[in-house]
């Protein structure tokens, strides 16, 4: 099954939006299989984001993500990369349409509440950045046979 990365940045933390969040994935039907609160080095995120280092908000960015702590997961699911994208809304919450994640709680680029992996390939070097093997959990899914054919 596809694995996505997903992380609820500092401001869907601060602002009580983690259940909401979590409840989403949960519903459309996608597992979850790691999930910790973390509070990343500078180094970290500057790894996790090393595509945008030449990019003006860069700074600002690892700024923002090192303000409080992040929830980081796992998820689980056919098609997750693209999926979770799909549930978490467009990257600015301005073009976000209502009943995505960002699109019903954020208004702004910068403060735009979550991350998910944006390929397979990104969501596997992502996963092994933010966790340990042993922090990943193989369990079935009790309602599989209820949401695969
Ligand atoms: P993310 O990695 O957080 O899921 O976001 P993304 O792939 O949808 O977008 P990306 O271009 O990789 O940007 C990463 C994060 O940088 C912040 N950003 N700020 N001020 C700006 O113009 C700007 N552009 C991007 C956002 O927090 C974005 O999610």
């Given at each position: 099954m596809e694995r996505t990365f997903i992380a609820i940045k500092p401001d869907g933390v601060a602002r009580g939006l983690v259940a909401k969040i979590i409840k989403r994935f949960e519903q459309r039907g996608y597992k979850l299989v790691a999930l910790k609160m973390v509070k990343p080095s500078d180094a970290h995120l500057r790894e996790h984001y090393a595509d945008l280092a030449?990019?003006?908000f860069f700074n600002g960015l690892i700024e923002y993500m090192k303000s409080g702590p992040i929830v980081a997961m796992v998820w689980a699911g056919e098609n997750a990369c693209a999926g979770g994208r799909m549930l978490l809304g467009e990257t600015n919450p301005q073009s976000s349409?209502?009943?995505?994640i960002r699109g019903d709680y954020s208004l702004t680029i910068g403060r735009n509440i979550c991350h998910g992996s944006d390929s397979v390939e990104s969501a596997e070097k992502e996963i092994a950045l933010w966790f340990g093997k042993d922090e990943i959990c193989d369990w079935e899914l009790p309602v599989h046979s209820l949401l695969y054919e």
């Amino acid at each position: 099954m596809e694995r996505t990365f997903i992380a609820i940045k500092p401001d869907g933390v601060a602002r009580g939006l983690v259940a909401k969040i979590i409840k989403r994935f949960e519903q459309r039907g996608y597992k979850l299989v790691a999930l910790k609160m973390v509070k990343p080095s500078d180094a970290h995120l500057r790894e996790h984001y090393a595509d945008l280092a030449g990019k003006g908000f860069f700074n600002g960015l690892i700024e923002y993500m090192k303000s409080g702590p992040i929830v980081a997961m796992v998820w689980a699911g056919e098609n997750a990369c693209a999926g979770g994208r799909m549930l978490l809304g467009e990257t600015n919450p301005q073009s976000s349409l209502p009943g995505s994640i960002r699109g019903d709680y954020s208004l702004t680029i910068g403060r735009n509440i979550c991350h998910g992996s944006d390929s397979v390939e990104s969501a596997e070097k992502e996963i092994a950045l933010w966790f340990g093997k042993d922090e990943i959990c193989d369990w079935e899914l009790p309602v599989h046979s209820l949401l695969y054919e």
